[in-house]
């Protein structure tokens, strides 16, 4: 079955970038996901990626994948108090009407 | 985006009484709604596919007659957890489509349940 793995604890100061890891088991994941959840929260989403794209950049995220690695990487620049969250990763097969399989989820923490 | 309503935010009841939560898309029609459980310090784990109009589809080890699903309208499903027990507290989030596909899903806001 579909495993997606992360570690679980990241602290940052404000100010510095923040990288969180994520990896995966299913070659043929077609959507890949990063959402946000805070205290309390149902998840948001952050933003997503296709399996045949290698980047992408949206303000100050930038998801990079190494699908020869099942690989996926979510990078905040100039990282915020606001950003502290769990950031979990997710992926799907499709688009509208797949279960969407989650990591174990990583707690951000940012230091002022 | 599209809007997920969940409703209650949280709930305390007794062991042994029903808890009903709902789902609601606000501005969009979803054929399919999702039903996750979340236990502290972990993932999200799905439970079950809600499509409407038909019975819902559990995962392996999700109890149908525990967690009742009804998927009634196109903006509308439920979870009714019957017969709670302290075990079953935790954090309940349903997501869901658009019924016209799409890469995201939308998200509610999640029930915290604790049954004491």
């Known amino acids: 079955g579909e495993d997606v793995e992360q570690s679980l604890f990241l602290s940052v100061r404000e100010g510095d970038s923040s990288v969180i890891n994520c990896t995966y088991t299913?070659?043929?994941?077609?959507?890949l996901y990063w959402y946000k959840q805070e205290p309390g929260a149902g998840l948001q989403l952050l933003t997503y990626i296709f399996s045949n794209m290698d980047m992408k950049q949206d303000q100050r995220l930038t998801v990079l994948l190494n699908k020869k690695d099942k690989h996926l990487s979510l990078r905040i620049a100039d990282t915020q108090t606001g950003d502290s969250a769990i950031y979990f990763c997710a992926e799907s097969m499709g688009g509208g009407y797949q279960k969407v399989t989650f990591g174990t989820g990583t707690k951000l923490q940012v230091i002022p | 985006g599209a809007v997920v309503s969940q409703h209650p935010s949280w709930v305390i009841c007794k062991s042994g009484t029903s808890v009903k939560i709902e789902c609601r898309s606000l501005?969009?029609?979803?054929?399919?709604m999702f039903w996750y459980r979340q236990f502290p310090k972990q993932s999200l784990m799905l439970m079950a596919t809600s499509n409407e109009g038909s019975k819902a589809t559990y995962e392996q080890g999700v109890e149908k007659d525990k967690f009742l699903i009804n998927h009634a309208s196109l903006t509308l499903s439920t979870l009714t957890v019957t017969s709670a027990h302290p075990e079953d507290s935790s954090f309940y989030i349903c997501s869901a489509f658009t019924s016209t596909g799409g890469t995201e899903a939308f998200f509610g806001q999640g029930t915290r349940l604790t049954v004491v």
């Open positions: 501005d969009f029609q979803a054929t399919t």
């Open positions: 299913d070659s043929s994941s077609t959507y």
